[in-house]
């Protein structure tokens, strides 16, 4: 039943003696009211969600049909100490939208701030009722009249914008108004009167029980306001926590996250959380009223006891889960009772299955009830079983399994797109248990929560119609997963700091934390006795795109962990290169400034000079070295790591893996001197044997001198008869086997797998191109004509080749540029493929209808392909023909993951076996 549905039916069916028939949680910020403030389209995505869930929580209210709306407020007429109630009948006032842009961003936007009216009437026989009776019990409370109530009293923004939730459409409340005032103790000493304030709640719960009047308590509040270092309240690193702890207590009603978050909210200033003491004090008292406590004490699931369970019943829905756009964190949530059998319960999320992520999805993503979309699915449709589907898709049951498929908008227009075919080899369909057209379909309820219908987006070329479910995230708080690694400067004795999430913890002791350090005494490596190091066997560094959202990276790897059975026993590493707009007031963190080459981090180019105390740098090439070398060091029982990025991650991978500084493997994989022999019992029926065998067995000859040095006039002797086309692997919905050989045996030298996924280009190692990429197989590898050459005089410098000015890192590699590509041939890579990464355009292009995610469309770029999946299968037969291979005996390996796109989160679950076993 939509959430719209149990509303309604809960309006009509209220329980007899709840004379408080519901309440809510509203934040009063300008940007989760007006989202369109901020121009930074990853908090503006925030700060929608934000939106989204408090219009929900707003509707529900309206839903209850209550006569009086109790609100608490942290922003009106305050006193020192005591709950001030407004005994005026009338109020009216306005809220100045906009002016938070001044507070987050330094600079004034009168041009962008508006007023948001609002008028009120006073339910006055409540308001003085519950004065004197609070006061009659020795509560701190007083009331407020002003100009002799002729006039209003005023309202403002922490009135308004949390009742606009409500009004729709209407510049005054549907219901009559009691204003409850937070005093001004709530700034410094809110931890110390928390306890008054919940007995208070309690007190006032048990007055609402004897009025005839159905009560709505909305609590009026924002969070955390210390999450930024750049404003008057300062950074805390207790932020996170707190909005977390909140975010859980709204989730489940358990009072223990109420008393956590009581800790730190002095040194995190959230302005009306003295509020949701109340509401909870209230909520406990109007159950004891309706039902008496009868059960033993005894522990549940959700860390509460029985008895304590059996008083907070009320069922919670939490619309939006915290969460700052900007400086401040926000979340809506809605309370209804579940004591009575006749009232239909609300959807509330078990305690035991509630999802940490829940309260920090990743940047700019969906938020459905039970995880968070990545950022690929747009505005995601929630399947409502721990999977969602892309904006454009339905959720669907076809020939037994679980898929999306096009909606009827989407087939329509899917039609009328003329669609790139992909080269003759791969035109067939991938052969799946899903390809009849007749088979049966079964749409899923949409459980998503946002309000109005998103607008469609193009469909992505070489879709059969259908596609895999996301594996919606719950990885927990990503803020928690924020740790920093400090790695050494290029050629300098100091240290520099570099952001990463990981979910073992910090992969470094705290010495190393304690901000830049001088001298190279060395770090002290292995991480914090957490108790994890001992379980991890392998390690996967999941390398972010363009976006650098290493966030939603993380977010994903971690999920793909658990498909592949390795939940607690791998790390997780997310590295983040980031560049000035992602810290325009700087963070202390290196920075790449994106600019090519010199600031181009998935090209192994140094990073942005760091001031202080010298000029420093760091190579983004290093930083996948140090990861690698603390992480072997760290983790006693580590056996092999795998180095997988996709897009412009996967550029950055590619790269690193011919320029590495690390020692090569022991031996080939099923070479006795490999430390893992993988048997023929471990492979996976229906998995081809070709697609394990990483590298050929033999040992790759020298390369030859001529392919270095050769003349622009000079062309390729050989000539493949065809691209090699990679076998699909086994479809992403098929439960994987356990990845580790057990033979495999921990190393001498790490044992590293580069796995890059769809780049838009790779660095070639010589100048010879496919010839005939106008449509036709291409037939022959050649350096381009001269004609080409004039028009494109880049095309084989670095990165695009081996040409021109190299990084410094790659200048210091044993054996210069020849050393490099010998021990290319023998480092375990695997190039990942999406079937339908084929858009050949960009949304931008007349006549375009697909979305190529940023297809790099240069003179040097098409020289390799025209699209994503063409360029990796002309990369890797290029590949064979230089080092002189064959399809039976390849260097390296290709796999193709069926129905795929250009899709980071699906592409790791469709290629598990890749990401999860060994060399």
């Given at each position: 039943?939509?959430?719209?549905?149990?509303?309604l039916?809960?309006?009509?069916?209220?329980?007899?003696?709840?004379r408080?028939v519901?309440?809510s949680?509203?934040?009063?910020?300008?940007?989760?009211?007006?989202?369109?403030?901020?121009?930074?389209?990853?908090?503006?995505?925030v700060?929608?969600?934000?939106?989204?869930?408090?219009?929900?929580a707003g509707?529900?209210?309206?839903?209850?049909?209550?006569?009086?709306v109790?609100?608490?407020?942290?922003?009106g007429?305050?006193t020192?100490?005591?709950?001030?109630?407004?005994?005026?009948?009338?109020?009216?006032g306005a809220?100045?939208?906009g002016?938070?842009?001044?507070?987050?961003?330094?600079?004034?936007?009168e041009?962008?701030?508006?007023?948001?009216?609002?008028?009120?009437?006073?339910h006055?026989?409540?308001?003085?009722?519950?004065?004197?009776?609070?006061?009659?019990?020795?509560h701190?409370?007083?009331?407020?009249r002003?100009?002799?109530?002729?006039?209003?009293?005023?309202?403002?923004?922490?009135?308004?914008?949390?009742?606009?939730?409500m009004?729709?459409?209407?510049?005054?409340?549907?219901?009559?108004?009691?204003?409850?005032?937070?005093?001004?103790?709530?700034?410094?000493?809110?931890?110390?009167?928390?306890?008054?304030?919940?007995?208070?709640?309690?007190?006032?719960?048990?007055?609402?029980?004897?009025r005839?009047?159905?009560?709505?308590?909305?609590?009026?509040?924002?969070?955390?306001h210390?999450?930024?270092?750049?404003?008057?309240?300062?950074f805390?690193?207790?932020?996170?926590?707190?909005?977390?702890?909140?975010?859980?207590?709204?989730?489940?009603?358990?009072?223990r996250?109420?008393?956590?978050?009581?800790q730190?909210?002095?040194?995190?200033?959230?302005?009306?959380?003295?509020?949701?003491?109340?509401?909870?004090?209230?909520?406990?008292?109007?159950?004891d009223?309706?039902a008496?406590?009868?059960?033993?004490?005894?522990?549940?699931?959700?860390?509460?006891?029985?008895?304590?369970?059996?008083?907070?019943?009320?069922?919670?829905?939490?619309?939006?889960?915290?969460?700052?756009?900007?400086?401040?964190?926000?979340?809506?949530?809605?309370?209804?009772?579940?004591?009575?059998?006749?009232?239909?319960?609300?959807?509330?999320?078990p305690?035991?299955?509630?999802?940490?992520?829940?309260?920090?999805?990743?940047?700019?993503?969906?938020?459905c009830?039970?995880g968070?979309?990545?950022?690929?699915?747009?505005?995601?449709?929630?399947?409502?079983?721990?999977?969602?589907?892309?904006?454009?898709?339905?959720?669907?049951?076809?020939?037994?399994?679980?898929?999306?498929?096009?909606?009827?908008?989407?087939?329509?227009?899917?039609r009328?797109t003329?669609?790139?075919?992909?080269?003759?080899r791969?035109?067939?369909?991938?052969?799946?248990?899903?390809?009849?057209?007749?088979?049966?379909?079964?749409?899923?309820?949409?459980?998503?929560?946002?309000?109005?219908?998103?607008?469609?987006?193009?469909?992505?070329?070489?879709?059969?119609?259908?596609?895999?479910?996301?594996?919606?995230?719950?990885?927990?708080?990503?803020?928690?997963?924020?740790?920093?690694?400090?790695?050494?400067?290029?050629?300098?004795?100091?240290?520099?700091?570099?952001?990463?999430?990981?979910?073992?913890?910090?992969?470094?002791?705290?010495?190393?934390?304690?901000?830049?350090r001088?001298?190279?005494?060395?770090p002290?490596?292995?991480?914090?006795?957490?108790?994890?190091?001992?379980q991890?066997?392998?390690?996967?560094?999941?390398?972010?795109?363009?976006?650098?959202?290493?966030?939603?990276?993380?977010?994903?790897?971690?999920?793909?962990?658990r498909?592949?059975?390795?939940a607690?026993?791998?790390?997780?590493?997310?590295p983040?290169?980031?560049?000035?707009?992602?810290?325009?007031?700087?963070?202390?963190?290196?920075?790449?400034?994106?600019?090519?080459?010199?600031?181009?981090?998935?090209?192994?180019?140094e990073s942005?000079?760091?001031p202080s105390?010298?000029?420093?740098?760091?190579?983004?090439?290093?930083?996948?070295?140090?990861?690698?070398?603390?992480?072997?060091?760290?983790?006693?029982?580590?056996?092999f790591?795998?180095?997988?990025?996709?897009?412009?991650?996967?550029?950055?991978?590619?790269?690193?893996?011919?320029?590495?500084?690390?020692?090569?493997?022991?031996?080939?994989?099923?070479?006795?001197?490999?430390?893992?022999?993988?048997?023929?019992?471990?492979?996976?029926?229906?998995?081809?044997n070709?697609i394990?065998n990483?590298?050929?067995?033999?040992?790759?000859?020298?390369?030859?001198?001529?392919?270095l040095?050769?003349?622009?006039?000079e062309?390729?002797?050989?000539?493949?008869?065809?691209?090699?086309?990679?076998?699909?692997?086994?479809?992403?919905?098929?439960?994987?086997?356990?990845?580790?050989?057990?033979?495999c045996r921990?190393?001498?030298?790490?044992?590293?797998?580069?796995?890059?996924?769809?780049?838009?280009?790779?660095?070639?190692?010589?100048?010879?191109?496919w010839?005939?990429?106008?449509?036709?197989?291409?037939?022959?590898?050649?350096?381009?004509?001269?004609?080409?050459?004039?028009?494109?005089?880049?095309?084989?410098?670095?990165?695009?080749?081996?040409?021109?000015?190299?990084?410094?890192?790659?200048?210091k590699?044993?054996?210069?540029?020849?050393?490099?590509?010998?021990?290319?041939?023998?480092?375990?890579?695997?190039?990942?493929?999406?079937?339908?990464?084929?858009?050949?355009?960009?949304?931008?292009?007349?006549?375009?209808?697909?979305?190529?995610h940023?297809?790099?469309?240069?003179c040097?770029?098409?020289?390799?392909?025209r699209?994503?999946?063409?360029?990796g299968?002309?990369?890797?037969?290029?590949?064979?023909?230089?080092?002189?291979?064959?399809?039976?005996?390849p260097?390296?390996?290709?796999?193709?993951?069926?129905?795929?796109?250009?899709?980071?989160?699906?592409?790791?679950?469709?290629?598990?076996?890749?990401?999860?076993?060994?060399?």
């Amino acid at each position: 039943m939509h959430w719209r549905a149990f509303f309604l039916l809960a309006a009509q069916r209220l329980h007899a003696h709840a004379r408080l028939v519901c309440a809510s949680v509203l934040p009063h910020g300008d940007f989760a009211f007006d989202p369109t403030l901020l121009d930074n389209p990853d908090a503006r995505a925030v700060a929608s969600r934000l939106q989204h869930g408090a219009k929900a929580a707003g509707a529900a209210l309206r839903a209850c049909a209550p006569d009086v709306v109790l609100l608490t407020t942290p922003h009106g007429l305050e006193t020192s100490w005591d709950l001030v109630f407004y005994e005026n009948n009338m109020l009216a006032g306005a809220a100045l939208v906009g002016r938070d842009l001044e507070a987050s961003y330094g600079k004034r936007f009168e041009n962008h701030t508006y007023d948001i009216k609002l008028d009120a009437r006073t339910h006055l026989p409540l308001a003085q009722a519950l004065h004197e009776e609070l006061e009659a019990q020795q509560h701190n409370v007083t009331s407020m009249r002003g100009w002799n109530n002729i006039l209003p009293l005023p309202l403002h923004w922490g009135e308004v914008l949390a009742l606009e939730y409500m009004v729709a459409n209407s510049s005054s409340l549907p219901a009559q108004l009691v204003t409850a005032v937070l005093p001004l103790s709530r700034y410094n000493y809110s931890a110390a009167v928390a306890p008054a304030f919940r007995a208070m709640g309690h007190s006032l719960g048990r007055l609402l029980e004897k009025r005839q009047e159905k009560v709505a308590f909305v609590v009026s509040t924002d969070l955390a306001h210390t999450h930024w270092p750049n404003t008057s309240f300062g950074f805390s690193p207790h932020a996170a926590r707190f909005d977390a702890d909140v975010g859980r207590w709204a989730a489940t009603l358990n009072r223990r996250h109420l008393d956590s978050s009581a800790q730190v909210v002095d040194k995190v200033y959230s302005c009306g959380w003295l509020g949701l003491q109340l509401l909870q004090g209230a909520l406990e008292a109007a159950t004891d009223a309706a039902a008496p406590v009868k059960s033993p004490v005894s522990e549940t699931d959700s860390g509460m006891s029985a008895r304590e369970a059996d008083r907070v019943s009320w069922n919670s829905t939490l619309f939006a889960p915290p969460a700052h756009p900007t400086y401040y964190g926000m979340m809506a949530a809605f309370f209804a009772p579940a004591a009575s059998s006749t009232l239909p319960t609300l959807p509330r999320v078990p305690a035991t299955t509630l999802p940490a992520s829940a309260f920090s999805c990743a940047r700019g993503v969906w938020q459905c009830e039970d995880g968070c979309a990545p950022v690929e699915a747009g505005n995601a449709k929630c399947c409502g079983d721990g999977t969602a589907c892309a904006h454009g898709y339905d959720c669907a049951i076809r020939a037994g399994q679980a898929v999306c498929t096009l909606d009827q908008q989407h087939t329509i227009a899917a039609r009328q797109t003329s669609v790139m075919h992909v080269p003759a080899r791969a035109q067939a369909e991938p052969k799946t248990n899903l390809q009849a057209a007749d088979a049966p379909m079964t749409v899923v309820t949409n459980r998503t929560h946002h309000i109005g219908e998103p607008k469609p987006k193009p469909l992505p070329m070489g879709t059969a119609g259908w596609q895999p479910r996301y594996q919606l995230c719950n990885a927990g708080l990503l803020g928690e997963a924020l740790h920093t690694l400090h790695v050494p400067a290029t050629g300098s004795g100091t240290w520099l700091r570099f952001p990463y999430y990981s979910n073992i913890g910090s992969i470094t002791t705290p010495c190393e934390d304690v901000g830049e350090r001088s001298g190279m005494q060395g770090p002290c490596d292995g991480v914090r006795a957490t108790g994890k190091a001992a379980q991890i066997e392998m390690a996967l560094i999941v390398q972010h795109g363009a976006n650098r959202n290493a966030d939603d990276y993380f977010c994903s790897g971690v999920m793909a962990a658990r498909q592949a059975g390795f939940a607690t026993r791998a790390a997780i590493i997310a590295p983040r290169f980031m560049e000035p707009a992602d810290a325009p007031n700087g963070t202390g963190f290196v920075m790449w400034n994106g600019s090519y080459p010199d600031g181009c981090w998935r090209c192994g180019a140094e990073s942005h000079p760091m001031p202080s105390p010298m000029v420093q740098t760091v190579s983004s090439f290093a930083i996948l070295d140090e990861l690698v070398s603390v992480l072997w060091r760290s983790l006693p029982n580590l056996k092999f790591i795998n180095i997988a990025g996709h897009s412009s991650g996967g550029q950055l991978v590619q790269r690193h893996a011919i320029f590495t500084h690390l020692p090569p493997p022991e031996g080939e994989l099923g070479d006795d001197k490999h430390p893992c022999v993988h048997h023929q019992s471990e492979i996976p029926s229906g998995t081809p044997n070709e697609i394990l065998n990483e590298t050929s067995s033999k040992t790759p000859s020298e390369i030859p001198s001529e392919k270095l040095s050769e003349t622009p006039n000079e062309t390729s002797k050989k000539t493949p008869s065809e691209i090699p086309s990679a076998i699909p692997t086994y479809p992403s919905f098929f439960p994987p086997p356990s990845a580790v050989p057990s033979s495999c045996r921990r190393a001498a030298v790490p044992i590293v797998r580069h796995v890059p996924a769809n780049p838009s280009s790779y660095a070639y190692p010589y100048a010879r191109r496919w010839e005939g990429l106008d449509g036709a197989d291409p037939r022959r590898l050649k350096v381009p004509d001269l004609t080409t050459r004039a028009s494109c005089p880049n095309y084989d410098t670095w990165h695009f080749g081996l040409s021109g000015s190299l990084p410094p890192y790659a200048l210091k590699v044993a054996g210069g540029v020849r050393g490099a590509l010998t021990r290319f041939a023998r480092r375990h890579v695997v190039y990942l493929q999406g079937y339908n990464d084929t858009c050949a355009c960009n949304p931008s292009d007349k006549g375009c209808g697909c979305i190529s995610h940023g297809l790099e469309v240069t003179c040097a770029d098409e020289l390799m392909g025209r699209f994503r999946l063409e360029r990796g299968r002309l990369y890797f037969a290029a590949l064979q023909a230089f080092y002189n291979r064959t399809a039976a005996a390849p260097v390296h390996a290709m796999v193709e993951v069926p129905n795929v796109g250009h899709d980071h989160t699906l592409m790791w679950q469709g290629g598990l076996r890749q990401l999860f076993s060994a060399g």
